[in-house]
């Protein structure tokens, strides 16, 4: 797993180490209740600001709710900087999406950017980090969703779901190379239509392009002269 | 009636376009969520015939007609006066920002931020610092972050002023340009005392400001302030109740606050149709949280409704204005995080000690290795909301910067307001989306 991803993640259970229990001598002598104590109820939790910004991920109304209704396709959970992020099922992304603008309490109904992100260098498989940003104006949350891609795999478009997708999606598209399936008329839009170097936002191409342009007065009308500095001139 | 000149006041005009027949979102049921008319599929050979034997006309509007603001080609299917199709060909002033990012030290882009609205600069530099903030965990002095404040402000304004001049150019107030100039030029004159360049500002930094506030800089500020709002009203004076304007503007590109919020539109194009969305309120960043001011809001969604939603923007920009000049008048207190790793080192002893000379040496030429991670922030723009987004792999390039401009999404809208509009208001579309070509293409 590459060393990104470890800004945050859903806690796992752990176990209390025997090193722990002699540290913590005094409370075992304690007597100690024979009820377990109660697990956190994350049902009645409700739906409040704060807890999209707890420590806690699990209390997360997002995750919660797509821990319901789509156990199977939320990879990885990810909080850096307050904010979080939800590695999905590329497949699924268009049903999820629909399921949180829709959702009665979460309602992140407003997008705000896809994009994408090659993360060539960074990992091995797959290649591509499909991001949607969603924004709840009712909730003023904002969350990630990330759905990574292989070469030449297809993503679900999310214009069925929202029409700002078109352009969105038209320019990771003309950037990237990415295959969002569905849309209405993936073309480029920012480079131009008879563009046939590739996607340029791809870490394998080159800044200055793969193609050999011609450069123009390259005789010089002004002779240099030798310098005190450089020594070279002429 | 505001007692100058006998005129209503905006908020007059509002409040009896809501009493008036006009029908708010058009007609009621006519926006589908989930259709999106074709873009991207009209050429200029097309030619087509109707039922009763009319032929479709196809025009091409720019890329150098004046009203386009830049370099933006739409590409229009008439019927006789109306427009059938609108299909916006941008692309024409792309310089590959992003990519370019990949290849530069954090602060060496900021330079490259200020050519994508170069009408705002300062707003685009407040956006790309916050966002390198935000992933290296620095915090600017309290002092710095008024002086951003009110540089972020003075920018607002100052692009609103273009926008006001333009728009109305288009539409036949030709004097309006030259009196909106006329202020903007005493905003620039601002940004040259304060750093030196009037458009391409180059004006934060990472941290603060490293560099001490001019001399003076506080009474030029407050005498601006003095001068702006009886020259604001007098725009609204002309403007506001202006039968050619009224009728150029009042119900022409109507927007529903559905199909706003499913076009991702945000400014004033969001709020103009009566959504509550502004990021200084909804995830206030700076000193936002501390000031008071108020966002306004539209009814109707249309031209008109916008062009009162920026106008009461300016007017919101002076109040915080306003208060932030008086904290920073006369207050000493330091401008630049100089404890952080991740701002420039201060520039004192570069020239005596050999210490300091090296660090400086050191940050300017390697720069510093951020942390690993991924950040997005998001600043109020004047033409919506502005986001960066940094992917960081730990090294002292950016892996991936994102720049979400607002006029880029905004003008996604065009398509959809411009079915059925006639020939004649497309300028005025093309102007109430407000956008600038630099910030479209990127």
């Not at chain 1, 896809?114 to 969350?143: C, E, G, H, K």
């Not at chain 2, 916050?130 to 620095?138: N, P, R």
């Not at chain 2, 969604?301 to 920073?328: N, P, S, T, W």
């Amino acid at each position: 797993m590459p060393d990104y991803r470890t800004g945050g993640r859903v806690k796992e259970e752990t176990t209390v180490s025997d090193g722990d229990a002699r540290q913590h001598n005094d409370q075992e002598l304690a007597p100690q209740s024979e009820v377990e104590p109660l697990a956190v109820d994350y049902d009645s939790l409700g739906w409040g600001r704060d807890l999209y910004f707890d420590d806690d991920l699990n209390k997360h109304p997002v995750i919660r709710e797509l821990g319901k209704h789509f156990p199977d396709d939320m990879l990885d959970v990810i909080r850096f900087r307050n904010e979080t992020t939800i590695h999905v099922t590329p497949s699924r992304l268009r049903e999820i999406a629909f399921f949180l603008r829709d959702h009665e309490h979460i309602s992140l109904n407003a997008l705000t950017d896809i994009t994408a992100v090659d993360m060539l260098t960074m990992r091995t498989t797959p290649r591509f980090d499909v991001s949607v940003m969603l924004y709840s104006i009712p909730n003023r949350v904002r969350l990630r969703l990330k759905a990574g891609v292989d070469d030449g795999e297809p993503v679900p478009s999310l214009v069925p779901v929202w029409n700002g997708a078109n352009w969105m999606e038209r320019e990771c598209y003309d950037m990237f190379g990415i295959i969002f399936e569905g849309h209405p008329n993936l073309r480029r839009i920012l480079l131009a239509d008879d563009w046939d170097e590739g996607h340029p936002l791809r870490k394998d191409y080159p800044i200055r392009g793969w193609k050999e342009f011609p450069s123009y007065n390259k005789e010089r009308t002004v002779h240099r002269t030798r310098t005190r500095w450089t020594g070279r001139g002429v | 009636m505001s007692s100058q000149t006998g005129q209503p006041t905006d908020a007059e005009l509002i409040k009896t376009a809501a009493e008036g027949d006009m029908t708010p979102y058009g007609k009621p049921g006519e926006y589908i969520s989930g259709t999106t008319p074709p873009t991207g599929t009209l050429t200029i050979e097309d030619e087509e015939f109707t039922d009763t034997g009319e032929r479709l006309m196809t025009l091409n509007m720019g890329p150098q007609h004046p009203s386009t603001h830049g370099v933006m080609r739409l590409l229009l299917k008439l019927d006789g006066e109306s427009v059938v199709q609108c299909d916006p060909i941008i692309g024409y002033l792309h310089r590959g920002t992003e990519k370019l990012s990949e290849g530069k030290r954090y602060a060496q882009i900021v330079p490259w931020t200020d050519r994508l609205d170069y009408t705002a600069a300062p707003l685009n530099n407040l956006g790309y610092v916050l966002a390198v903030e935000k992933l290296c965990d620095v915090v600017a002095p309290e002092r710095a972050q008024y002086w951003r404040v009110i540089m972020a402000e003075l920018a607002r304004i100052a692009a609103h002023l273009v926008w006001l001049g333009t728009h109305a150019l288009d539409i036949g107030a030709l004097s309006m340009s030259l009196y909106c100039f006329r202020e903007r030029e005493m905003i620039q004159d601002i940004f040259e005392t304060f750093c030196g360049a009037r458009l391409t500002t180059n004006m934060m930094e990472i941290g603060g400001f490293s560099r001490p506030i001019p001399d003076g800089l506080v009474e030029q500020v407050r005498n601006f302030l003095r001068v702006f709002p009886p020259r604001q009203q007098e725009y609204a004076d002309i403007l506001s109740a202006n039968p050619i304007w009224l009728t150029r503007t009042k119900g022409v590109g109507i927007i529903s606050p559905e199909a706003a919020i499913s076009y991702s539109l945000t400014g004033a194009c969001l709020r103009g149709s009566g959504i509550n969305y502004d990021v200084r309120k909804a995830e206030p960043y700076c000193i936002y949280d501390r000031l008071d001011f108020e966002v306004p809001l539209g009814e109707f969604g249309d031209v008109y409704d916008r062009y009162l939603v920026r106008m009461e923007e300016m007017r919101q920009a002076h109040k915080i204005i306003q208060q932030c000049i008086d904290f920073v008048d006369g207050n000493d207190t330091p401008l630049m995080n100089f404890e952080s790793p991740y701002a420039i080192p201060p520039h004192k002893g570069v020239m005596t000690t050999a210490e300091d000379m090296q660090r400086h040496f050191i940050w300017v030429i390697k720069g510093f290795n951020a942390p690993v991670g991924e950040v997005w922030q998001s600043i109020e723009h004047s033409k919506g909301e502005l986001g960066y987004g940094i992917v960081s792999d730990g090294g002292p390039m950016p892996y991936r910067l994102r720049v979400r401009t607002p006029d880029y999404v905004n003008l996604g809208v065009l398509p959809h307001i411009a079915q059925g509009a006639m020939l004649a208001d497309m300028v005025a579309l093309v102007g109430t989306i407000d956008i600038v070509l630099g910030s479209v293409d990127r």
